[in-house]
């Protein structure tokens, strides 16, 4: 029996909404980083050869030898989030979530747009003990990355991360050398989930429920190794080249999101102007590639600086991922405010879509 004309253009138009309303913005994602600080981020998140505060536990533990006086925090909570998440959840304010179809007009005025939030809390303690920098903390992390997708069906694609655990590093200078070496060792508990969830999902009372029950958890402990060269020809400002090697060996937890091993390699200078101290620095981080998500290069490139004012305030300025950054802080004495700026790749290569994301933390020690 021959098919009807009208049949084979219904048949032809199904088939290109499905391709265009479902495939598109999950070919790529962001990169799975692990912890970044706000203070980084406001300098483009190069960080490499600067480490130089508790980042340096994150970002390159030979930078803990920095490390000369007792330092800690006892509450810096961290909060981020995306320009459109922070709309959404505006909009998620006048909207009835146990209503199936307002939920699903809620996600469809957000269709193609990256949603993304973070919170965090790291206290620490950093002292030194003969010549040592030491430093120890606890970081429990949450993650929430989704992207909406299918105007007639609207339904997030979700990748959610929290993260909890130990982490302790030490760093070193060699006797007679512009050498610093350290280590940093972690023990994370990770939760995870990567699961799509519709407008009746959201809107189910037991979403809850099954959004812990979809969690998958698992434990791994891994080493961050790291080094940082001051280039002793160069006299016209302070030098230093910065190499790590983080998630050492690959950190695998279970039926968790693992988090891949990864090479990262910057070089930062500083320069006093009578009061002023100014900070340059560039980064190239996943070296081998090891990240999965692509192989394009502007994505990994960080670059950034500082102007450390005589005074209370630092100003930040970079390009993370070819996107402008930009960041503040206060330093007031017990009390330390931090704010940033800054456009993160959500595409296969820079510059394909960009996700402008604010992030701000409060730092209660010294």
């Known amino acids: 029996m021959k098919t009807r004309p009208n049949t084979v253009i219904w048949q032809i138009l199904t088939l290109f909404m499905a391709i265009t309303f479902s495939a598109g913005p999950a070919m790529a994602k962001v990169y799975p980083r692990f912890y970044r600080g706000v203070r980084p981020l406001g300098m483009g998140d190069a960080f490499t050869a600067v480490a130089d505060d508790e980042n340096a536990l994150f970002y390159n533990p030979a930078g803990l030898a920095k490390i000369d006086t007792l ?18 959840a505006s909009d998620a304010d006048d909207t009835d979530l146990d209503d199936t179809g307002e939920v699903a007009d809620l996600l469809r005025d957000y269709i193609g747009e990256h949603q993304h939030v973070r919170g965090a809390l790291f206290p620490h303690v950093g002292f030194n003990v003969g010549g040592y920098g030491i430093m120890v903390g ?8 989704a992207e909406i997708r299918d105007p007639i069906w609207p339904e997030a694609d979700t990748d959610y991360v929290f993260d909890r655990g130990l982490i302790a590093g030490v760093g070193g200078r060699i006797p007679f050398m512009d050498l610093r070496l350290g280590a940093a060792l972690k023990y994370i508990s990770r939760s995870s989930l990567n699961e799509v969830y519709t407008a009746t999902d959201i809107a189910d009372d037991d979403f809850e429920d099954d959004f812990e029950d979809d969690l998958e958890d698992g434990s791994a402990v891994a080493l961050d190794l790291g080094v940082i ?43 006093g102007f009578g009061g002023f101290n100014v900070i340059a620095a560039v980064d190239y981080v996943d070296l081998t590639h090891a990240i999965g998500e692509d192989r394009d290069v502007p994505k990994r490139l960080h670059l950034g600086g500082e102007v450390q004012l005589p005074m209370i305030l630092s100003l930040r300025l970079g390009l993370n991922q070819g996107y402008l950054s930009y960041g503040i802080s206060a330093d007031l004495w017990a009390l330390k405010l931090d704010f940033a700026a800054y456009t993160e790749e959500a595409g296969a290569h820079a510059g394909q879509r960009d996700d402008r994301r604010y992030a701000g933390q409060i730092s209660f020690g010294w």
């Open 71 to 88: 330092t800690f925090a006892v509450v810096n909570p961290l909060v981020e989030a995306s320009a459109e998440s922070i709309d959404m």
């Open 138 to 145: 606890f970081l429990a992390q949450a993650t929430l990355d």
């Open 229 to 271: 060269y001051s280039l002793p020809w160069i006299d016209w400002a302070e030098t230093d080249v910065g190499f790590t090697i983080q998630h050492l060996p690959e950190m695998q937890f279970g039926n968790a999101l693992n988090q891949e091993t990864q090479a990262n390699i910057g070089i930062a200078a500083k320069k």
